[in-house]
């Protein structure tokens, strides 16, 4: 029996737990660390990344492989981002398009906006190369490949908890529990706008 054919809740329960046993492999001391903490410690990185975790989960109940494909759009396009921060380009509304990418998937899950994968995955990467060059404009190191792969890991780690999250909630009580924490992220925007 291969992954593919294992039932979807097998197969997010086995991805869940590999990401859980990974952790300890970055509990070194070094660049990795700080960059897989680094996402974790923005409010606004971890309602978006949670979001397209939700989204993903919503749209999966037409087109399963959308629990994988929008990560994964989401951690490529990251990375292209970071690439630009750090070869010094410019982007200046950055900061204003994490906020949105807040605003817009916790609307877009509260509403269970539901569009083709492809249609889905440009949305999710766009946002993502705003959240990649923030994160390496905040770089606290000059090794960047290590920073990199550390804010990688925990980006992909966030999108996990989401997708997994929307995946069980959308099991066990539809579409209104994913719209409810699409509400949730929503809110989660709000406090940020707020408070900032």
Do not use: C, N
């Amino acid at each position: 029996m291969t992954l593919r054919t294992l039932p979807l809740s097998t197969s997010l329960a086995l991805s869940t737990l590999l990401a859980f046993a990974a952790l300890p492999a970055l509990a070194h001391p070094g660049h990795v660390d700080e960059g897989f903490l680094h996402p974790l410690t923005g409010l606004d990185h971890v309602l978006a990344m949670v979001g397209v975790g939700l989204w993903a989960a919503l749209l999966a109940s037409r087109k399963p492989s959308a629990i994988f494909l929008l990560p994964v759009a989401f951690v490529v396009m990251m990375a292209f981002g970071a690439a630009a921060g750090f070869a010094g380009m410019k982007l200046p509304i950055a900061e204003a398009g994490i906020l949105a990418s807040v605003f817009l998937l916790g609307g877009l899950v509260l509403v269970a906006v539901r569009v083709a994968a492809p249609t889905a995955m440009g949305v999710v990467a766009m946002f993502a190369i705003f959240h990649g060059y923030v994160h390496a404009l905040e770089a606290p190191t000059a090794d960047t490949g290590e920073y990199m792969l550390g804010f990688l890991g925990a980006t992909a780690f966030l999108l996990g908890i989401g997708a997994g999250l929307g995946w069980v909630v959308r099991r066990l009580v539809g579409d209104v529990g994913l719209r409810a924490l699409g509400g949730l992220i929503l809110a989660g925007g709000a406090y940020i706008l707020v408070t900032q």
